[in-house]
């Protein structure tokens, strides 16, 4: 396997120019096949975790996910961007705790939102979000260890209207000392190229749940990196969530579009 240094080295430059797709697998199988299929990072989904694991969003542990990212470290040579929710903390003593567990977890990356772990309909405001930032930014610089730190901020998916107030937070992020900046919900051409231009030089992630955009006109708008989140879990589940349907109605239809198991074993034969 390759060395957690060499993942955290190539994950720094993949920042520095260009723009590249970071696939959110869910578990170790899904990050090996992204890894397969040639990406070149990955970044974990908290709701497609938590869905494997049959819970709904936001109701998994630090522990789970803890462990969740240790077994992706060790199963995969691609970098891994942790999705660390809010830092299952609240204040920012508390956090820089936590931020020195992720690290040792050996991910790439990891991203802290602004969504009030106590009432998750409520943000953190700005300056506590900013010293949140500024202590995780403390725990990176102390541990000595070359890791991304993403600023999150959960706005748009709380209010899509408000892209002045997420820039706003996108901001106040990056002087905190984020790394990479993402506002999920932003769907705009317009409001992603000014998100870019607040942000800069530091780059900006996008998220992308459909065909709204191509990677071409993303990395037009000055987008460094996109993911998807929990997309592709939720492709999946709707896949086998229709074809059991049809098998309650006695008929097999939806067992028809198969991948060979001879493939799958191919491919994670080639791990072993």
Not at 43 to 62: E, K, L, N, Q, R
Request: hydrophobic share 45%.
């Amino acid at each position: 396997m390759i060395a957690t240094e060499e993942k955290r080295a190539k994950f720094r430059a993949l920042h520095r120019s260009g723009c590249f797709v970071l696939p959110n697998p869910w578990d170790i199988g899904s990050a090996r096949m992204m890894q397969h299929l040639g990406f070149s990072a990955l970044a974990t989904t908290s709701t497609g975790f938590a869905w494997t694991i049959g819970c709904p969003d936001y109701a998994i542990s630090m522990d789970d996910v803890l462990e969740h990212l240790i077994a992706l470290g060790e199963k995969t040579d691609l970098p891994v961007s942790a999705d660390f929710e809010s830092g299952f903390a609240r204040d920012p003593e508390h956090l820089i705790a936590n931020v020195d567990l992720v690290i040792d977890t050996g991910v790439a990356g990891f991203s802290i939102e602004d969504r009030d772990i106590s009432s998750l309909e409520t943000l953190y405001e700005r300056s506590l979000s900013a010293e949140r930032i500024r202590a995780a930014r403390e725990a990176i610089n102390h541990s000595g260890q070359d890791v991304i730190l993403v600023g999150r901020t959960e706005r748009l998916l709380i209010d899509p209207g408000a892209v002045s107030e997420a820039i706003d937070t996108l901001v106040a992020l990056a002087d905190a000392g984020a790394d990479c900046l993402y506002a999920p919900g932003v769907s705009k051409k317009e409001d992603i190229a000014a998100m870019v231009r607040a942000v800069a030089p530091k780059p900006l992630n996008v998220l992308t749940m459909g065909p709204h955009f191509t990677m071409n006109e993303l990395a037009d708008l000055g987008v460094r990196r996109i993911s998807v989140g929990g997309a592709l879990a939720l492709v999946g589940w709707k896949a086998v969530v229709d074809a059991a349907r049809t098998m309650q109605q006695g008929k097999f239809d939806g067992l028809e579009r198969l991948m060979p198991g001879s493939e799958l074993n191919k491919v994670f034969g080639s791990f072993q």
